[in-house]
């Protein structure tokens, strides 16, 4: 815990010109690219430039990584997992331009989508080619804006970017939470546990367990409450967010409804034969984190002191 504050390294101020500088230079080549296609006779349909998500460490700081259940199994009985709104798909294909460029290529006739092939992306060097042939459009663009793309490169790396290389103690601290605590024999065998105990009041988790990459336990009848319908039955195992075969809001949602109640009463009652299950799993995690401080404790003191360095 008292690591968790340096995680994630030092503020990085110079990320935002960083990346006003990227999207200029991508907007810039994919303009060269629709100019490009357009005098070859095609349309292109241009990307646009999406910065990459920082990764964050630890965001909810010290918590269990398993669903959190009521205290007692009265509230329980009242409001279950309780209520989770359906996370609303970003995700519009009839506005994705890579989507609308596949479905302009499907339009041309065979004989076209070669040569639309051709001057997008030039010549195969796999193939043999019977003429020699000007780079296509991409190569093009790219030779465009290499010089910057290559000066960005080459530019001095930020303290937030240093620490990213130099550190790789988060993403294992990440992984020793999780799937490590749950891959620990303790915590596998209170799982097997409760997955019997489950089995016996009539689940079938695997298919929730192989979603969770083979993990068993209360991971696995969360999901299934997440799937329920309002009338008691199961929705896809996936998520589908392209148009009109999104998946409903109740299959990917907690509505609080009686179907869902009843399988939190299930876990919660499984939890409690297994006996003591939080504070089982919460002693193995923390006897982890201690082994683990313990091994990386230099390592660990050089990322808190480059932070606090780099102010």
């Excluded at 990584?65 to 009521?70: E, G, K, M, R, S």
Aim: charge should be negative.
């Amino acid at each position: 815990t008292p690591y968790l504050p340096y995680v994630n390294g030092p503020d990085d101020p110079s990320a935002a010109e960083r990346d006003a500088v990227t999207k200029a230079n991508w907007e810039a080549s994919e303009a060269f690219m629709a100019e490009c296609m357009k005098k070859a006779g095609f349309v292109y349909f241009e990307l646009p430039w999406t910065p990459e998500p920082e990764v964050q460490h630890f965001q909810q700081g010290d918590v269990l990584v398993i669903p959190v259940l009521q205290a007692t199994r009265e509230e329980t009985a009242r409001v279950g997992y309780g209520v989770l709104a359906a996370e609303e798909p970003s995700y519009d294909p009839s506005t994705d331009p890579v989507q609308q460029n596949e479905e302009y290529r499907d339009t041309l006739s065979e004989a076209a989508q070669a040569e639309y092939d051709l001057q997008r992306w030039g010549p195969d060097p796999y193939e043999a080619s019977p003429a020699p042939h000007d780079p296509g459009c991409a190569e093009q663009a790219y030779d465009q804006y290499v010089e910057r793309i290559e000066q960005q490169a080459e530019r001095e790396l930020s303290a937030k970017e240093l620490f990213d290389q130099q550190f790789t103690l988060p993403l294992d601290m990440t992984r020793l939470v999780w799937p490590g605590v749950n891959q620990d024999p303790r915590v596998a065998s209170m799982d097997s546990q409760w997955s019997a105990c489950m089995a016996d009041r009539g689940y079938d988790l695997a298919p929730a367990q192989a979603y969770l990459m083979d993990t068993s336990g209360p991971w696995a009848a969360w999901y299934m409450a997440l799937r329920t319908k309002a009338d008691g039955t199961l929705g896809d195992a996936w998520y589908n967010f392209l148009g009109e075969e999104l998946t409903p809001v109740e299959e990917r949602s907690l509505l609080g409804t009686p179907a869902e109640i009843q399988i939190a009463l299930d876990d919660f009652d499984c939890r409690q034969e297994v006996g003591a299950y939080e504070a089982t799993y919460r002693e193995v995690q923390l006897e982890l984190e201690a082994a683990f401080v313990e091994e990386h404790r230099q390592e660990l003191d050089e990322m808190v002191a480059f932070v606090e360095q780099a102010g």
